[in-house]
């Protein structure tokens, strides 16, 4: 029974060091959008299965990828907002992208 806890404290130490990296020198600026770097400055790393925050229960539903889909989506739009800001793309470019744009299932 007491080998549960450190088999629980295992897998954890061995999720976050699995977690992969991402550039955190990424900006709303940098004319690409990086899914990566997106979810990392959330804390949504992709192989993270972020049970804190979403139940157990719902984890085999896919609620966890339609979170992090959702973010994404979020994210890249206010992306494209600031390069249009920025004058590196056009809004009907922006807009374009934002309608197109389909989050990578590899996350």
Do not use: N
């Amino acid at each position: 029974m007491k080998s549960v806890p450190l088999l629980l404290c295992c897998l954890l130490i061995a999720a976050c060091a699995s977690a992969p990296k991402y550039d955190e020198t990424w900006t709303w600026d940098s004319p690409v959008f990086d899914e990566d770097a997106a979810l990392g400055q959330a804390g949504l790393l992709s192989l993270q299965k972020d049970t804190l925050y979403t139940s157990i229960w719902t984890l085999g539903g896919g609620a966890f990828q339609r979170r992090q889909e959702y973010h994404l989506r979020e994210q890249h739009e206010l992306w494209a907002r600031r390069q249009v800001e920025l004058g590196k793309m056009t809004v009907e470019e922006a807009r374009t992208r934002i309608q197109d744009y389909v989050p990578s299932r590899d996350h």
